[in-house]
């Protein structure tokens, strides 16, 4: 069975450092792999995905992620972290073999930005 | 653009009572999700829809059910409410596959119910 194992509960980080918000998963063949966010009362907004290609993908708001496929991880990172990237950040994958685009999740991490 | 829309945004009910949450996109989504979000689980998908017409069970399906009698909408019904189905309830929609590639989905801001 497919899962995601984000291992952080929360990561606190201050304004203008370096982020990183860990993702592991397991899946039978190759992964589609997503990140999204979500901010307070609000729904989950699209990041990045890995399809195929290259292992680092850019995404929306200067945040990317890398895919290790012998690690079987996918990390979400930001060069730079603002306080407004302070929200929960969910990891997904979607199985490679599987009809109709389903996502599962991983439990969440809160991301809190210092200033 | 309204993208995904959810209503009721909040809703309380007695155990026992029935309600029908209701999703409406506006993108042309071939593909409609409901999911539930609790602390600590992520996002847990109850039911799905690949098109008009047609519905399957997700991870979590007891005490649901689920119709999707036009592309746009897609509704979920609760038909004997439990303290367990306290959760924050999220719709999404997604376009079909370009050829192997995934698209991601479009969330609702969600429906917060509590079942008392």
């Known amino acids: 069975a497919q899962s995601v194992a984000q291992p952080e509960d929360q990561v606190n980080v201050a304004e203008g450092n370096p982020l990183t918000v860990k993702c592991t998963y397991s899946?039978?063949?190759?992964?589609?792999l997503f990140w999204y966010v979500q901010y307070p009362n609000r729904g989950l907004q699209f990041l990045l995905k890995?399809?195929?290609?290259?292992?680092l993908v850019k995404g929306s708001y200067g945040f990317e992620a890398e895919f290790n496929k012998s690690q079987t991880s996918f990390h979400l990172k930001k060069p730079s972290a603002l306080v407004s990237d302070s929200a929960l950040y969910f990891c997904?994958?979607?199985?490679?073999?599987?009809?109709?685009?389903?996502?599962?999740f991983g439990a969440g991490t809160i991301l809190r930005v210092k200033s | 653009n309204a993208g995904v829309t959810q209503t009721p945004k909040f809703r309380v009910l007695k155990t026992g009572q029935s309600m029908t949450l209701l999703c409406a996109q506006d993108?042309?989504?071939?593909?409609m999700y409901w999911y539930r979000q609790d602390p600590g689980m992520g996002l847990r998908l109850i039911h799905y829809?690949?098109?008009?017409?047609?519905?399957a069970k997700g991870e979590v399906p007891d005490g649901y059910n689920v119709s999707r009698l036009k592309k746009q909408n897609f509704l979920l019904g609760l038909e004997s409410a439990a303290p367990s189905q306290t959760s924050v309830y999220f719709c999404?929609?997604?376009?079909?596959?370009?050829?192997?590639?995934?698209?991601?989905?479009?969330f609702g801001q969600g429906t917060r119910l509590t079942v008392v």
């Open positions: 999404a929609s997604s376009t079909l596959p370009q050829g192997n590639l995934r698209t991601e989905a479009f």
């Open positions: 899946v039978s063949g190759n992964p589609y």
């Open positions: 890995y399809i195929t290609g290259d292992n």
């Open positions: 997904a994958v979607s199985p490679y073999m599987e009809y109709g685009n389903k996502l599962v």
């Open positions: 993108m042309n989504h071939e593909y």
């Open positions: 829809s690949v098109g008009e017409g047609t519905t």
